[in-house]
């Protein structure tokens, strides 16, 4: 968990912040890029977690068939 949360951090400073300042005009295009990014990895994660706590796959057809 640590090592992904200093990928995080090298990401949003080295790379977001690197790009931003070489192009301030995409700041909107990056912003809009990591709110929809968010929205749906929560979107998976609650699908996943539903289907879990069902006792269910989260796959549309189970492995195998």
């Known amino acids: 968990m640590e090592a992904d949360a200093v990928h995080e ?4 400073i ?4 690197d790009l931003i300042a ?4 995409l ?4 912003v809009f890029g ?8 929560n979107r998976l994660a609650d ?3 539903q289907a ?4 269910q796959t989260s796959l549309l057809r189970p492995l195998g068939e």
């Open 9 to 12: 951090q090298v990401v949003r």
């Open 14 to 17: 080295d790379v977001v912040g």
């Open 22 to 25: 070489r192009e301030p005009h």
């Open 27 to 30: 700041d909107h295009d990056i």
């Open 34 to 41: 990591m709110r929809a990014h968010a929205f749906l990895e």
């Open 47 to 49: 699908c996943l977690m």
């Open 52 to 55: 879990w706590q069902a006792g």
